[in-house]
Nanobody, 126 residues
Framework: QVQLVESGGGLVQAGGSLRLSCAAS????????MGWFRQAPGKGRVFVAA???????YYSESVKDRFTISGDNAENTVYLQMNSLRPEDTAVYYC????????????????????WGQGTQVTVSS
């Protein structure tokens, strides 16, 4: 059974920072990339950032220059450093993993990810 477990969410004031972590486990787990999506209240789940184990990173325009994704392939772990947080960043953040190769055109496509975590709440107050 593959599990992705997120941690690091919480409440922060606008302009503050948070660091999310996601650890994957399971005997059969393997991935080529991991990423983060988020879902705000009443909205759909959207792409935030992704990293391939070949070293490429991808970001949505709304978080580029504020968020940084990194990962450790050997530890099956991915991180999301979130700086200069805004109230509109408030959402449940989901970790995801993809078995096949990741490209700039496929990174944002939620349906192509194979594994998902349960999510962690991030709330940014104004």
């Amino acid at each position: 059974q593959v599990q992705l477990v997120e941690s690091g969410g919480g409440l922060v004031q606008a302009g503050g920072s948070l660091r999310l972590s996601c650890a994957a486990s399971g005997r059969t787990f393997s991935s080529s990339a991991m990423g983060w999506f988020r879902q705000a209240p009443g909205k759909g789940r959207v792409f935030v950032a992704a990293v391939s184990w070949s070293g490429n990173t991808y970001y949505s325009e709304s978080v580029k220059d504020r968020f940084t994704i990194s990962g450790d392939n050997a530890e099956n772990t991915v991180y999301l450093q979130m700086n200069s947080l805004r109230p509109e960043d408030t959402a449940v953040y989901y970790c995801a993993a993809k078995k096949d190769a990741l490209y700039s055109t496929t990174a944002p496509l939620r349906s192509l990810y194979d594994y998902w975590g349960q999510g962690t709440q991030v709330t940014v107050s104004s």
